[in-house]
């Protein structure tokens, strides 16, 4: 199964927020680097990354903007 990053952000409430709107979507999803924290003391510089199949890209993208999520791209 090949991934794809979705989003990349510091903010964990927009992390939360998408990955709620993918599950709602039907859209499996996965967060990676979460435990970055304990290698920068919680300050938040690392951010975290949003992977989706590469199959349901396209449609979570779809999801990202009808929910105005930037997704830097």
């Known amino acids: 199964m090949i991934m794809k990053e979705l989003l990349r952000s510091t903010d964990p409430t927009v992390m939360a ?3 709620a709107l993918l599950e709602g979507e039907g859209i499996d999803c996965f967060q990676m680097d979460v435990n970055m924290s304990v ?12 992977m989706v199949h590469e199959n349901d890209f396209d449609s979570a993208v779809r999801a990202m903007r ?8």
């Open 66 to 73: 009808d929910n105005d999520i930037p997704l830097g791209r």
């Open 17 to 19: 927020f998408a990955s």
């Open 39 to 50: 290698l920068e003391g919680g300050i938040g510089i690392f951010p975290r990354r949003l």
